[in-house]
């Protein structure tokens, strides 16, 4: 029976000894994954910190950007002010020019001759034209206004075309 019991001995030292040799086995395989997992962990952190860099670099490009945009809306809107000024202003002297064109188409037929009595000051387009007098007697001929140039009526359609 002695022998039953270290047949028995041997075999369980035998299953214990082939159990070890597969443990070690797989402790070994355990600190090569280990070590490709450090390898893996270093460069994820690695690539997670050229990641914070990388964003931090884009937002002071994107608050630099950001800058230069208020700066251009500031200086559109200085710009869109002084459109509407000129805007304004041309309308204005539109309406002063097509007034004095609608004034004008009736004495356009009476031909250039009352043209001729315009002050010079009418020339550049006052808004109460000064007459010479008209005869012996001093009163000044009731206003007209003169005959305009080709350009001063290629100006007169294109602004009111940009009504």
Do not use: C
Not at 59 to 82: P, V, W, Y
Not at 122 to 141: I, L
């Amino acid at each position: 029976m002695e022998w039953i019991l270290e047949a028995v001995l041997v075999l369980m030292l035998a299953a214990t000894l082939f159990h070890a040799v597969r443990l070690e086995r797989a402790l070994g395989v355990l600190k090569r994954d280990r070590a490709a997992l450090q390898e893996l962990v270093d460069a994820f952190n690695a690539s997670t910190r050229q990641a914070e860099q990388g964003v931090e670099q884009l937002r002071h490009a994107t608050e630099g950007a950001g800058r230069q945009i208020a700066r251009q809306i500031e200086g559109g809107l200085s710009l869109k002010d002084d459109l509407s000024f000129l805007m304004e202003r041309g309308e204005r002297l539109a309406d002063r020019l097509d007034a004095l064109v609608r004034a004008a188409r009736p004495l356009a037929t009476d031909g250039p001759a009352r043209a001729d009595r315009l002050a010079p000051t009418d020339r550049f387009g006052s808004a109460e034209p000064a007459y010479a007098a008209a005869g012996d007697d001093g009163a000044a001929e009731a206003p007209a206004p003169r005959v305009r140039s080709q350009a001063e009526r290629d100006l007169l359609r294109a602004l009111r075309m940009t009504r």
